[in-house]
């Protein structure tokens, strides 16, 4: 086959600060995923755009590109409506695990297309499997059965869905290209407009812990992907969320799904319970229902969540009643001064975690479903010297050595107070054409 473009030029293009036309867009996505242009050559284009970016219809050409290497989803056959919730990442992030039963409640099919974590970030795929018996990977058929009895699924994305992306996405995770806006909103959109919800509600994380470190970034890539989404059709809104500090009191995989059913019992840390109601209620709205925060509240106390949460974790082969496995060897980290916490660092948190076992340094690593952090402080809180502030978890405890490095200088215990502020801070809507 001759191919229509050459790769170089397309690079060059990139490389001078031009833009690239539909044709070209279209051809380098298809001759990278048939193979015909080398991984270098795509890195070179990835750096590219990483330091000269793309125009708003680049990104929505390269995004329908992405997902035209693949499969699209269709739920038009369900009877409820579809809206789905994707976070860009962060340290203690389980909050899928409650969120999507939560919304199932309220007759809304929530199709969670889930990928399990790499580097200090976990995935919800690796939190879920620390479940005995439970299965991340469904056949399409499987997922729609799921969504027509139970109404809620977490999988696996299965290997037809833009495809393009996964391998893209490999390539910038060892050349330094992840960070890159227009790749990073290209990346998420296309797996969710293939995925074919109706309505899409996005956790944009910001802070320490999150890939956005400012909130500029943050609104940037937000804004970027609400209107992604909203020109293809799907009700896209997002909220900026603060990942300055871990959410919640946990980070590491069974350690989350205690914290997550701790949730869906009715308790649980009160910023965990926050962010699922604050992002229930626009999955909710994005699917034309207006529950309320006070509705969403009353089903996690009164049990209907948690009654989803048992369907669905039956339903791919999980017992919810077994015990959660839990790690070998524990270690205290105690305060040095009375006081309060005046900080604790997400990306501390999340390093030790990772550190421990709880995530991975290449993808096909194993995780230990028992190992991570578990905070007994949050910011803000008082303390007194010698009170245990953390324990790390770990079936290794040569781990523990620099788990503990990551944590030096990750928190901090002062005379004051410091103020808190809420979890969510900013809402970003499609904007007016
Ligand atoms: N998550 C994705 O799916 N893609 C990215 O590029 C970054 C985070």
């Given at each position: 086959?001759?191919?229509?473009?050459?790769?170089?030029?397309?690079?060059?293009?990139?490389?001078?600060?031009?833009?690239?036309?539909?044709?070209?867009?279209?051809?380098?996505?298809?001759?990278?995923?048939?193979?015909?242009?080398?991984?270098?050559q795509m890195s070179a284009l990835a750096m590219a755009i990483l330091i000269n970016g793309m125009t708003r219809p680049e990104i929505a050409r390269w995004t329908a590109a992405m997902i035209a290497s693949g499969e699209r989803m269709d739920f038009s056959a369900l009877s409820r409506p579809t809206s789905d919730k994707h976070s860009t990442g962060g340290v203690g992030d389980k909050i899928t695990l409650p969120l999507a039963p939560l919304v199932a409640v309220f007759d809304i099919a929530v199709p969670q297309l889930s990928g399990r974590g790499l580097g200090h970030t976990g995935g919800t795929l690796d939190k879920l499997e620390s479940i005995p018996g439970w299965r991340a990977?469904?056949?399409?058929?499987?997922?729609?059965?799921?969504?027509?009895?139970?109404?809620?699924?977490?999988?696996?994305?299965?290997?037809?869905?833009?495809?393009?992306?996964?391998?893209?996405?490999?390539?910038?995770?060892?050349?330094?290209?992840?960070?890159?806006?227009?790749?990073?909103?290209?990346?998420?959109?296309?797996?969710?407009?293939?995925?074919?919800?109706?309505?899409?509600?996005?956790?944009?994380?910001?802070?320490?812990?999150?890939?956005?470190?400012?909130?500029?970034?943050?609104?940037?890539?937000?804004?970027?992907?609400?209107?992604?989404?909203?020109?293809?059709?799907?009700?896209?809104?997002?909220?900026?969320?603060?990942?300055?500090?871990?959410?919640?009191?946990?980070?590491?995989?069974?350690?989350?799904?205690?914290?997550?059913?701790?949730?869906?019992?009715?308790?649980?840390?009160?910023?965990?319970?926050?962010?699922?109601?604050?992002?229930?209620?626009?999955?909710?709205?994005?699917?034309?229902?207006?529950?309320?925060?006070?509705?969403?509240?009353?089903?996690?106390?009164?049990?209907?969540?948690?009654?989803?949460?048992?369907?669905?974790?039956?339903?791919?082969?999980?017992?919810?009643?077994?015990?959660?496995?839990?790690?070998?060897?524990?270690?205290?980290?105690?305060?040095?001064?009375?006081?309060?916490?005046?900080?604790?660092?997400?990306?501390?948190?999340?390093?030790?975690?990772?550190?421990?076992?709880?995530?991975?340094?290449?993808?096909?690593?194993?995780?230990?479903?028992?190992?991570?952090?578990?905070?007994?402080?949050?910011?803000?809180?008082?303390?007194?010297?010698?009170?245990?502030?953390?324990?790390?978890?770990?079936?290794?405890?040569?781990?523990?050595?620099?788990?503990?490095?990551?944590?030096?200088?990750?928190?901090?215990?002062?005379?004051?107070?410091?103020?808190?502020?809420?979890?969510?801070?900013?809402?970003?809507?499609?904007?007016?054409?």
């Open positions: 086959m001759t191919e229509q473009h050459d790769v170089v030029d397309i690079i060059r293009t990139k490389r001078d600060r031009g833009t690239l036309a539909d044709d070209q867009i279209d051809w380098v996505i298809d001759a990278y995923t048939r193979g015909v242009v080398a991984d270098e990977d469904l056949s399409n058929a499987q997922m729609l059965a799921q969504l027509d009895d139970v109404g809620a699924v977490i999988c696996a994305a299965g290997a037809g869905l833009a495809p393009a992306d996964k391998k893209l996405y490999a390539l910038r995770d060892v050349t330094g290209t992840v960070e890159a806006i227009p790749l990073i909103a290209s990346s998420i959109m296309s797996k969710k407009i293939a995925e074919g919800t109706g309505a899409l509600v996005l956790d944009v994380k910001v802070g320490s812990g999150a890939f956005m470190k400012t909130r500029e970034d943050a609104t940037e890539l937000a804004r970027t992907m609400v209107d992604l989404g909203t020109d293809a059709g799907v009700n896209t809104v997002a909220l900026i969320t603060d990942m300055s500090v871990p959410l919640g009191l946990t980070a590491g995989n069974a350690l989350e799904v205690r914290e997550s059913v701790e949730v869906l019992a009715g308790g649980g840390p009160q910023d965990v319970v926050d962010l699922t109601v604050a992002l229930a209620d626009e999955m909710t709205r994005a699917a034309g229902k207006d529950v309320g925060t006070d509705e969403l509240r009353a089903a996690l106390a009164d049990g209907r969540a948690m009654d989803v949460w048992r369907r669905m974790i039956s339903a791919q082969g999980g017992d919810p009643d077994a015990p959660l496995p839990t790690a070998a060897e524990t270690q205290t980290v105690t305060a040095d001064a009375d006081g309060y916490l005046e900080h604790l660092d997400a990306m501390a948190v999340g390093m030790a975690a990772w550190r421990l076992g709880a995530g991975r340094a290449r993808k096909e690593d194993p995780v230990q479903a028992g190992a991570g952090v578990e905070l007994h402080a949050r910011p803000g809180d008082k303390v007194t010297k010698g009170q245990p502030l953390m324990t790390l978890h770990t079936d290794t405890p040569e781990r523990f050595a620099r788990a503990q490095e990551s944590l030096d200088g990750g928190w901090r215990i002062a005379s004051q107070a410091p103020s808190r502020g809420s979890v969510v801070l900013d809402r970003i809507t499609a904007q007016e054409a």
